[in-house]
């Protein structure tokens, strides 16, 4: 993969953007994570991190249609691009690498 690998917040709203298909948005973005790490991140830094990752290309987006409430807005749909999944990818072998011939108990 060309270029550093993700943060830790990169590697989580990639992943969770990827879990979510055709419904990564911001909203649903920051409830995926909040379900699956117990982190409350404000809805500002999920953006932030949304649009950062889209201008290094790991992510793409586009605008869903208007939703059917009156006065109803698009989304920003976010999607993974195929250097993001390497990029999650390479961050996870750097992870095991590190991991692997760790004792299975630290005495302290």
Same mark, same amino acid.
């Given at each position: ?7 830790? $917040?990169? &590697?989580?709203?990639?992943? *969770? ?15 995926? $994570? ?6 409350? $991140?404000? +809805? ?13 290309? $790991? ?29 999650? +990818?390479? *961050?996870? &072998? ?9 004792? +299975?108990?630290?005495?302290?």
């Amino acid at each position: 993969m060309a270029g550093p690998t993700p943060s830790d $917040l990169e &590697q989580h709203v990639l992943l *969770a953007a990827w879990r979510l298909g055709n419904e990564a948005y911001g909203g649903s973005v920051r409830d995926e $994570l909040e379900a699956k790490t117990g982190r409350d $991140l404000a +809805q500002g830094a999920i953006y932030v991190t949304l649009i950062r990752l889209e201008k290094k290309g $790991l992510l793409r987006s586009r605008l869903s249609d208007p939703t059917p409430v009156r006065g109803g807005k698009a989304k920003r749909i976010f999607e993974i691009t195929a250097t993001g999944v390497a990029g999650v +990818q390479a *961050a996870r &072998q750097a992870l095991d690498r590190l991991w692997d011939g760790l004792p +299975q108990a630290v005495e302290g």
